[in-house]
Nanobody, 114 residues
Framework: VQLQASGGGLVQAGGSLRLSCVIS????????MGWYRQAPGKQRELVAG???????DYIDAVKGRFTISRDNAKDTLYLQMNSLKPEDTAVYYC?????????WGQGTLVTVSS
């Protein structure tokens, strides 16, 4: 299974980005999925998750600002990020929400300037 995340970039505080992650080689529709991030010097953390049925969950730091969604027909996971803050700066990854994770892809870098 390969995970290809894209959509990151440099944005000013208050701006928006939409991340995409294409999952190839697996049965995407059968997996609960999540977006993770790793900031410099910090451990990777789960930011948002979405179940097979579409139920979502978020960490408190991004609630009301980030929206996770999935398109099973395109084997693609999305993360809409609004009202970005400098503390959102990190490399963002997608992967399974629970169970044994797939091999992590390269992720996509999001940099938010103040």
């Amino acid at each position: 299974v390969q995970l290809q995340a894209s959509g990151g970039g440099l944005v000013q505080a208050g701006g928006s980005l939409r991340l995409s992650c294409v999952i190839s080689g697996g049965i995407f529709e059968n997996d609960a999925m999540g977006w993770y991030r790793q900031a410099p010097g910090k451990q990777r953390e789960l930011v948002a998750g979405i179940s097979v049925e579409g139920t979502t969950d978020y960490i408190d730091a991004v609630k009301g600002r980030f929206t996770i969604s999935r398109d099973n027909a395109k084997d693609t996971l999305y993360l809409q990020m609004n009202s970005l803050k400098p503390e959102d700066t990190a490399v963002y990854y997608c992967n399974k929400r629970i169970g044994r994770r797939y091999s992590w892809g390269q992720g996509t870098l999001v940099t938010v300037s103040s």
